[in-house]
């Protein structure tokens, strides 16, 4: 088939090498010029490790794994209060987001078509294709869309309708970008810090060290025009606002200006996407455009089990007319492991984004009392 994949994060990086290695002739459209620095880790494991070895890339992960082995929660000071061991074995790989993003991406180029700096702007169905209109190139046909675009994702919205109608916004905001290293105690220990609604995460990260804001936003709001998404500067006005002038958690201030002063910095609201079906016609959702599970670390794992299993659903396919039951096979094989993830979100909301002191207390004894998280 001639495959049009949008998006090259992790999602869709996953899903164009697989496809080209199965023999479609595939197209990989990005709007950004490059993989972006910076973003939290992220974790392979589960049935993204056997995705990664059918790509041949599982040593290259393990070889550029963060090698983080302890967590430790300090004050606003820097005064440690609670310290646990990281969970770490052969089957949960913790690298980072672009390190992992760059080895999709070269797996790609050896098999598909990669064009950088354009995207979507309308998708028409014809009888026996659909056609593609670019916002920069000449519009194309192909067999099927696959968008892998993330939260925002323009393919939802010229496929599926306006974002309102899938996303409910969570509440929450992050900034994440890269950090200067010696704000970093130590290549084995990531620190986080709460205070009431803010929190900040120093990772880091194999020598890419990255450092995130998180907050409580007041009045989320989801936009359905990417024209009318809050600017960055707004974003940044709430991040200010709400980590707070009197009492920031460790390193906020540091972290807030390498967020404002950074291109590569990743600024978001996180939302809540939800869809009854993610295929119509000859387009389909994969990664968080599909099921928004940003913030949590296994949302790069889950991003390439789904394109894993998008990929053999449609090797099942011997006819072009079976397409919609390979669409079916997909969504029916993932959608119980992103089901399972999105139960676990409201409760890790709470733990990484504790809304009062007694909650950060109680968060803190929660650690010294498991010694593992
Ligand atoms: C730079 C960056 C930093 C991140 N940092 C964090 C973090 O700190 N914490 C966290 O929880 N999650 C973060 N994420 C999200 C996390 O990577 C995803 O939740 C997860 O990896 C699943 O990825 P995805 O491929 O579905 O979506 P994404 O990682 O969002 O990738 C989507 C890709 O599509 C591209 N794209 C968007 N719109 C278009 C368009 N119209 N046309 C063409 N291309 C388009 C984007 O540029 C991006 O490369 C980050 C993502 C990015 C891109």
Not at 178 to 200: E, F, K, N
Not at 282 to 293: E, T, Y
């Amino acid at each position: 088939m001639e495959i049009l994949v949008v998006g090259a994060g992790i999602a869709g990086c996953t899903a164009a090498a697989l496809l080209g290695w199965a023999d479609h002739r595939v197209t990989l459209v990005e709007h950004d010029p490059a993989v972006r620095e910076g973003g939290s880790p992220v974790h392979v494991r589960g049935g993204a490790l056997p995705i990664a070895e059918r790509l041949g890339i599982a040593g290259l992960l393990r070889e550029a794994e963060t090698g983080v082995d302890r967590a430790e929660f300090v004050d606003p000071r820097g005064t440690v209060r609670a310290t646990a061991r990281l969970r770490t074995s052969g089957d949960d790989v913790e690298i980072g987001r672009a390190e992992l993003n760059r080895l999709l991406l070269e797996q790609v180029h050896r098999v598909a078509q990669v064009v950088s700096g354009d995207g979507p702007r309308t998708l028409t169905e014809l009888p026996d294709g659909i056609e593609v209109g670019f916002e920069r190139g000449r519009p194309e046909r192909y067999d099927l869309v696959v968008g892998a675009d993330g939260q925002h994702s323009q393919v939802r919205r010229l496929g599926f309708g306006r974002e309102t109608a899938y996303v409910t916004p969570s509440g929450i905001m992050i900034g994440a970008v890269p950090i200067d290293p010696d704000l970093v105690v130590s290549p084995r220990v990531v620190r986080t810090s709460h205070t009431p609604g803010a929190t900040t995460i120093i990772h880091p990260a194999g020598g890419h060290p990255v450092g995130a804001v998180i907050v409580r936003e007041e009045e989320p709001d989801v936009a359905d025009d990417p024209a009318h998404q809050p600017s960055r500067e707004e974003r940044m006005a709430i991040l200010e606002k709400r980590i707070g002038r009197r009492m920031r958690p460790w390193h906020g201030t540091d972290i807030l200006e390498a967020v404002r002063r950074s291109p590569d910095a990743y600024l978001d609201s996180i939302g809540r996407v939800e869809m009854a079906s993610w295929s119509r016609g000859r387009v389909v959702l994969l990664g968080d455009a599909a099921c928004g599970l940003t913030l949590l670390g296994d949302s790069g794992s889950v991003a390439m089990t789904g394109a894993g299993r998008l990929v053999d659903a449609l090797s099942r396919l011997d006819r072009p007319g079976d397409l919609a039951q390979a669409l079916g096979y997909y969504e029916r094989a993932h959608r119980p492991e992103v089901e399972h993830h999105l139960r676990g979100v409201e409760k890790a909301t709470k733990r990484l984004l504790p809304m009062t002191r007694r909650a950060i207390r109680r968060r803190h004894r929660a650690v010294r009392f498991t010694r593992r998280v």
